[in-house]
């Protein structure tokens, strides 16, 4: 589903980008963050809390959940991930420097990739309907569950 071969590039360029975005917005990537931000980008499926915690704890054994919250809240207050309601899990912003609200996911519920994708139109529409029913939406994440091609394809 995700048209990235080479994961270890994509985890090279999100922590490029995050360095990048941080300096300029007067943020600190501490180290920690940086981490957590790296083990999202790892590869393209969806990461829970818990399992980072996990991650964290194999090169520091006092990191706690706090620790993992704390940089998970820091890096979705700077659009660098996106956390997945359905999945209670994390995945990585694609264009954090672009960052639009006209986005959506497909997740594949076989080999449990998450792809991000825009849609302007569709984000209209939403804004729209919100609209026309006298509503304030706080933020929008839609997810759309399925099977990815390469899936079907096995």
């Given amino acids: 589903m995700s048209t990235c ?3 270890q590039q994509c985890q090279h360029d999100a922590l490029k980008t995050a ?7 007067g943020q600190r ?15 393209h499926r969806p990461i829970k809390a ?3 915690l996990d991650q964290l704890q194999q090169n520091d054994p006092a990191a706690k959940p706090p620790t993992v919250y704390r940089a998970l809240d820091f890096l979705m207050e ?3 991930i996106h956390r997945l309601d359905s999945l209670n899990a994390f995945t990585g912003c694609g264009h954090p420097d672009g960052h639009h609200n006209d986005c959506y996911f497909m997740i594949c519920q076989d080999c449990g990739t998450a792809s991000e994708y825009c849609a302007p ?14 509503f304030s939406p706080h933020q929008t994440v839609l997810e759309i569950a399925g099977t990815c091609g390469d ?3 096995n």
């Fill in 5 to 7: 071969h080479n994961h």
């Fill in 19 to 25: 360095e990048k975005l941080c300096g300029e917005r």
């Fill in 29 to 43: 990537l501490t180290p920690q963050r940086r981490q957590v931000l790296a083990l999202i980008w790892q590869s």
């Fill in 50 to 52: 818990y399992d980072l």
């Fill in 78 to 80: 700077q659009g660098l």
């Fill in 121 to 134: 139109s569709l984000s209209k529409a939403i804004h729209q309907a919100a609209q026309d029913n006298d």
């Fill in 151 to 153: 899936c079907r394809a």
